[in-house]
């Protein structure tokens, strides 16, 4: 079953192969072998699945809508890779290991069937980063727009998961990696926004279009029970610390001086100041945001040391108040930001 | 939270409440309390689920598109509901309880809040039907069409999945219910077809917009293991056996004049006998369609008398021959269908 490229004839359309000629040539590969807890897999009215009993089962959803979440030119190779990069990124914010995944799929019949393999390809490359198997789902047709959605489950030992509503007043707040990359990348790409070098660009659109999912770092912390609340920056920095805050009846403050930033979305922001705003509210940066409380930091040190991935200390959790808030604090005054958080209508 | 109606103000529209509105007013309320099982719900990055160590789990996904599943003028109440029970209907030909769903629903900025309050009001009577929990979803804007996706998990004890590729030859072929009037529903609501009597026009209407999903049928003959394979008819009473057949590598004949009608169906075909083809191959009866080796069928009409549906034998399972085919035939000879099955492109 190797190979999943149908087709060299770039103006054949999914209406050539049906649905079931679809499912068979380009999803059917993409379950995994050698799973001994998939009992039934693609092809039946459901699969079935052994969840081994010293663990638990974690589930979750993403839906991406073609003018919404990505462009009708969107490279579909690329788009493939974001719709289980995104669940795997949810899998990573609960501490848990993935291993499963379902992909929905409505296609308009004139889709070339060149988008579907190059779709199909990029599905396939980024459940082989994690060993995901699809084992179902659904294709269908649309009159509309290309609609996605891909669920996902993974497994989780007992009472580990990292949730958004354990955070205390005292914790520290830390993210990985960089933030503000994959906001700075759509901007350019609505042509919102002019980045001079050329390097910066393509880094840039690639943290926007290929976000790493922090599974590694996710389970690294699950295993350690270092830390309090956890949660993954979709929706920016600024308003995924405040649904933590919401979560756990406390407020935040931050430190925008101390949000850590690459060298390409540094140059932005010396280039044009008026971007910070956007670095904490654009979201999908798929990062971690989590919080340790003070006794625990020393720890939470030695245990990420020798991941492929940076943390930083930007902030720390306030008692809740009156409401919970988010406080953005830029060298001791406070800021305001732009807007807050990506509005869905 | 009894009660998800919210407005009266009915040009009201979605984008008022925002995506977390909708949610926390409409479907947190769907997610069931005293669930032991449910460690983690909605309002997480993802769900936890403890699975019971005697059982597994049993997955499945569908997904309904505007214009293609359902008409922009489809009663969202009506739609919520078989949203649901098209769901329901997967799990009851693997013969498993359903338990849990995620809900991933996309709808213009511009969709009334009417709209969203009755497709959730839908969603909430038809998971009360068998008590499944709403733990998990996504809501989002389209910039098209309303795109839907559900996922179903339900439990199921070890080695009792009925597949679609269980069936033997010389096993009689069943089926629930009646086939056909969610076919004729939906070709009248077309314009397709008209229908003289007001009570059979109502009659099939319902049978379309409102199937049953045959979870206590499913259950009971899995509780017996009487039967070998199973399939609910969503493409077609032709197209779904033959998927058996496919599936088990045999082939399978079936007498036409055998096939249940309701009698609003049977009242149809008397006015137009072309419309025979059209009840096995129009798709979305939502009944099951199974087979049981000679010697079990006894005890399989001692098991479903007490059940509120009929099963009815059409026909049997043969060897495959060359390829996997079903043959239908009307009063014994050969009978060519008008078309086979519902095309997705």
Known sequence: MGGIRLSNESNKTIAALGEFGLINTLFAPLQGSGDDNLKVGQGDDAAVLQIPRTQQLTVTTDMLMEGVHFSSDADPFLLGQKTVRVNLSDMAAMGANPHWCLLSLALPASTKLSWAEEFARGVKEALALYDVSLIGGDTTASKGCIA??????????????????????????????????????????????????????????????????????????????????????????????KHI???????????????????????????????????????EDYELLFTVATGAVELLARITADLDISITEIGEILPQGEESRVEVVKHGEPFTLGKSGWTHF
């Open 148 to 241: 996605i959605n891909m669920q996902m489950m993974g497994l989780l030992g007992q009472d580990r998961a990292q949730l958004r509503s354990a955070a205390q007043p005292g914790d520290r707040v830390f993210v990985s990696g960089t933030i503000g990359d994959s906001a700075l990348g759509l901007a350019q790409r609505l042509g919102q926004l002019k980045i001079a070098s050329a390097d910066d660009r393509a880094y840039l659109m690639r943290r926007h279009q290929l976000p790493e999912p922090r599974v590694p770092l996710g389970l690294a912390l699950q295993d350690s029970a270092v830390i309090n609340a956890c949660i993954d920056v979709s929706d920016g920095l600024a308003a995924d610390l």
């Open 245 to 283: 805050c919401q979560a756990s009846g406390v407020s935040a403050r931050i430190d925008l001086e101390r949000v850590p930033l690459s060298e390409a979305a540094r140059n932005a922001v010396n280039a044009s100041a008026d971007l910070e705003s956007l670095l904490i509210t654009g979201g």
